[in-house]
């Protein structure tokens, strides 16, 4: 997930042209299904979509941490603490991964970070809403999670060896991650009226941002369909919506909560939930660093960055050390 | 049985504080793998906690069960050391904060590993496990800070400065622990000292920290008698099961 459909077109325009035989031989692997592999020959437009999905993603896992790091002091019970941290713990790991998926693509974490601290790489919108409550933790792994999943799932089969491998073991995190958000979506909802009023407030705050963690809709994105063809996606962003939608309102109704759309109905002849629009105007605002927490969660990281940097350069100065002294 | 409550009550306190100041950390450590780390030694402690929670609500018998023990007691009834309520401070600071405890922590779960109650054995064996990794992370990283720029070597000794003195503590005993040490279900601290001052001294040697001179120790954690930072930290870690008495989180 995460990567909200902003795979800029205009940037796959190639500089060089590459030689048509090789672009055809290069299809006819990914129509065969055949996984492409780091030292394997791919266009160049390829290449530059997967870093920026993968890192993306991969930013999006770490920035994540954030908006729930926020609730790991104050989680209600010393089960919950455990499960958040343990939660938390996993986005770090997963960070980490994609990050390691990204390398294979010739790009360094150390650039890829650094893009990320000067505001110049995007990460998913979702993550720059404020947790105001603990029932916000339930609605980040029931929604955030569950849309992350559906948008996931299908990238297990993305034609690129590595980042497939490294989302079949993300994917199995985050279905644990969504049943736990669910599960505390669950005990709030059949808890006192004030839990229950603290659920229904978190639903009403993440359902429309958790709708456009899938990107804009297929008539307005600016996504090309390279990426459906070169099998790096598989779905359009308003289908895994739609699927997402599907899965979740009769979650929901079953917590007895009231999602914050008047329009939502079930279209009996499609099989499908219909909900109302999206104000695309707050995606937008969002994703130019206008959301609620834009600033706050990248200084946070600079921050985490900046306080950290004696210690880096201490490890490398031992490390230094070290091999001079090995040499000796 | 009130000696026991008291006993796995004082481990159960120190576990459960010095993982929740780890978990401060997370969105704010000084590398992605540290955020891994410090977690999970986060988790590691508050597992401990929980299971010596348990035990102890078992023991009292009085049906408080693990969080009515970690959310609805007073600073005042809080048994930890007075070292792991100390705040992060610097990474300087925290790395000290867990050398000076796991290097205690090891050899002391590895002795009540051969305790005659056989739940704090069963803790204890899991914990010595888990203890080990914790030391050789802490004194991993130490050596790195006192053997690396002018500027990590000169925060790890402060660090070291600042927290030496509430070291002293892990070896106290009292009336509840010499009972329980003389029925064979306790360790007597200062029977591990002369380890933990062996591990200590071999990772500063090699950081090239130096042990502060004062003798000085800092003591009242086990009597309940804090900083004033436990209350601060009770308040933030309290405030749900505090605001809303009766909730099922």
Redesign the interface.
């Given at each position: 997930m995460y990567t909200q459909g902003l795979l800029h077109a205009k940037d796959d325009d190639r500089a060089a042209p590459e030689p048509a035989d090789r672009l055809a031989r290069f299809q006819a692997r990914i129509d065969a299904e055949e996984k492409i592999e780091p030292n394997d020959w791919m266009p160049e437009a390829y290449r530059r979509t997967l870093v920026r999905m993968i890192s993306q993603h991969a930013h999006s896992e770490i920035v994540g941490m954030l908006p729930e790091g926020n609730w790991l002091t104050r989680a209600p019970s010393l089960r919950r603490k455990a499960a958040l941290l343990a939660k938390v713990q996993d986005e770090g790991g997963h960070g980490l991964y994609l990050y390691a998926a990204a390398e294979t693509l010739g790009v360094s974490r150390e650039e890829l970070m650094e893009q990320l601290l000067l505001g110049k790489a995007k990460y998913s919108s979702i993550f720059n809403y404020p947790t105001l409550s603990w029932a916000d933790i339930g609605a980040i792994g029931w929604l955030v999670d569950g849309a992350a999943i559906m948008n996931q799932i299908p990238l297990c089969r993305c034609s690129y060896g590595p980042y497939a491998r490294a989302m079949i073991r993300i994917c199995k995190e985050e279905s644990f991650h969504q049943r736990q958000g669910f599960e505390i979506m669950l005990t709030l909802a059949r808890g006192t009226s004030e839990q229950k009023a603290m659920a229904q407030d978190a639903l009403d705050r993440w359902w429309w941002p958790s709708l456009m963690m899938f990107g804009p809709s297929d008539t307005q994105s600016q996504h090309s369909d390279a990426s459906l063809r070169w099998k790096i996606k598989r779905f359009s962003n308003d289908e895994l919506r739609q699927k997402f939608v599907d899965a979740t309102v009769p979650q929901g109704r079953f917590l007895g909560l009231a999602f914050p759309d008047a329009d939502l109905r079930y279209d009996e002849a499609a099989g499908h939930w219909r909900f109302g629009a999206i104000d695309w105007a707050e995606f937008r605002a969002v994703l130019a660093g206008n959301g609620p927490c834009n600033r706050q969660r990248l200084a946070q990281r600079s921050a985490a960055d900046e306080r950290g940097r004696w210690v880096r350069a201490a490890a490398t100065a031992h490390a230094e050390k070290r091999r001079a002294r090995a040499a000796e | 049985m009130a000696l026991l409550f008291d006993y796995a009550l004082r481990q159960a306190d120190s576990a459960?504080i010095l993982g929740?100041r780890l978990?401060?950390w997370?969105?704010?450590?000084?590398?992605?793998?540290?955020?891994?780390a410090l977690?999970?030694i986060?988790?590691d402690l508050?597992?401990e906690?929980?299971a010596l929670?348990a035990h102890a609500g078992t023991v009292e018998g009085k049906g408080r069960d693990?969080?009515a023990l970690?959310?609805r007691r007073d600073a005042g009834a809080f048994r930890n050391l007075l070292l792991v309520e100390q705040p992060n401070g610097?990474?300087a600071v925290t790395i000290i904060r867990q050398l000076l405890y796991s290097a205690f922590a090891h050899p002391f779960w590895r002795a009540l590993g051969q305790s005659r109650d056989a739940t704090l054995a069963a803790i204890a064996a899991k914990a010595e496990k888990e203890a080990a990794y914790h030391l050789r992370h802490a004194g991993e990283w130490l050596?790195?800070?006192g053997?690396?720029?002018a500027?990590?070597h000169r925060?790890a000794q402060a660090a070291l400065d600042e927290l030496w003195p509430y070291s002293g503590e892990l070896f106290e005993t009292d009336a509840v622990e010499l009972a329980l040490i003389a029925e064979g279900v306790a360790v007597d601290p200062a029977t591990l000292r002369p380890e933990w001052e062996r591990t200590v001294a071999a990772v500063l040697a090699e950081a090239t920290l130096a042990a502060p001179a004062g003798e000085w120790m800092q003591s009242g954690g086990r009597s309940g008698r804090h900083s004033e930072h436990l209350g601060h930290l009770l308040a933030?870690?309290q405030?749900?099961?505090r605001a809303?008495p009766?909730?099922?989180?």
């Amino acid at each position: 997930m995460y990567t909200q459909g902003l795979l800029h077109a205009k940037d796959d325009d190639r500089a060089a042209p590459e030689p048509a035989d090789r672009l055809a031989r290069f299809q006819a692997r990914i129509d065969a299904e055949e996984k492409i592999e780091p030292n394997d020959w791919m266009p160049e437009a390829y290449r530059r979509t997967l870093v920026r999905m993968i890192s993306q993603h991969a930013h999006s896992e770490i920035v994540g941490m954030l908006p729930e790091g926020n609730w790991l002091t104050r989680a209600p019970s010393l089960r919950r603490k455990a499960a958040l941290l343990a939660k938390v713990q996993d986005e770090g790991g997963h960070g980490l991964y994609l990050y390691a998926a990204a390398e294979t693509l010739g790009v360094s974490r150390e650039e890829l970070m650094e893009q990320l601290l000067l505001g110049k790489a995007k990460y998913s919108s979702i993550f720059n809403y404020p947790t105001l409550s603990w029932a916000d933790i339930g609605a980040i792994g029931w929604l955030v999670d569950g849309a992350a999943i559906m948008n996931q799932i299908p990238l297990c089969r993305c034609s690129y060896g590595p980042y497939a491998r490294a989302m079949i073991r993300i994917c199995k995190e985050e279905s644990f991650h969504q049943r736990q958000g669910f599960e505390i979506m669950l005990t709030l909802a059949r808890g006192t009226s004030e839990q229950k009023a603290m659920a229904q407030d978190a639903l009403d705050r993440w359902w429309w941002p958790s709708l456009m963690m899938f990107g804009p809709s297929d008539t307005q994105s600016q996504h090309s369909d390279a990426s459906l063809r070169w099998k790096i996606k598989r779905f359009s962003n308003d289908e895994l919506r739609q699927k997402f939608v599907d899965a979740t309102v009769p979650q929901g109704r079953f917590l007895g909560l009231a999602f914050p759309d008047a329009d939502l109905r079930y279209d009996e002849a499609a099989g499908h939930w219909r909900f109302g629009a999206i104000d695309w105007a707050e995606f937008r605002a969002v994703l130019a660093g206008n959301g609620p927490c834009n600033r706050q969660r990248l200084a946070q990281r600079s921050a985490a960055d900046e306080r950290g940097r004696w210690v880096r350069a201490a490890a490398t100065a031992h490390a230094e050390k070290r091999r001079a002294r090995a040499a000796e | 049985m009130a000696l026991l409550f008291d006993y796995a009550l004082r481990q159960a306190d120190s576990a459960l504080i010095l993982g929740h100041r780890l978990s401060e950390w997370i969105g704010h450590a000084p590398l992605l793998e540290e955020e891994l780390a410090l977690g999970n030694i986060a988790l590691d402690l508050i597992g401990e906690a929980r299971a010596l929670y348990a035990h102890a609500g078992t023991v009292e018998g009085k049906g408080r069960d693990e969080d009515a023990l970690a959310y609805r007691r007073d600073a005042g009834a809080f048994r930890n050391l007075l070292l792991v309520e100390q705040p992060n401070g610097d990474f300087a600071v925290t790395i000290i904060r867990q050398l000076l405890y796991s290097a205690f922590a090891h050899p002391f779960w590895r002795a009540l590993g051969q305790s005659r109650d056989a739940t704090l054995a069963a803790i204890a064996a899991k914990a010595e496990k888990e203890a080990a990794y914790h030391l050789r992370h802490a004194g991993e990283w130490l050596i790195r800070l006192g053997d690396g720029t002018a500027e990590s070597h000169r925060r790890a000794q402060a660090a070291l400065d600042e927290l030496w003195p509430y070291s002293g503590e892990l070896f106290e005993t009292d009336a509840v622990e010499l009972a329980l040490i003389a029925e064979g279900v306790a360790v007597d601290p200062a029977t591990l000292r002369p380890e933990w001052e062996r591990t200590v001294a071999a990772v500063l040697a090699e950081a090239t920290l130096a042990a502060p001179a004062g003798e000085w120790m800092q003591s009242g954690g086990r009597s309940g008698r804090h900083s004033e930072h436990l209350g601060h930290l009770l308040a933030t870690m309290q405030f749900l099961q505090r605001a809303y008495p009766g909730a099922v989180w």
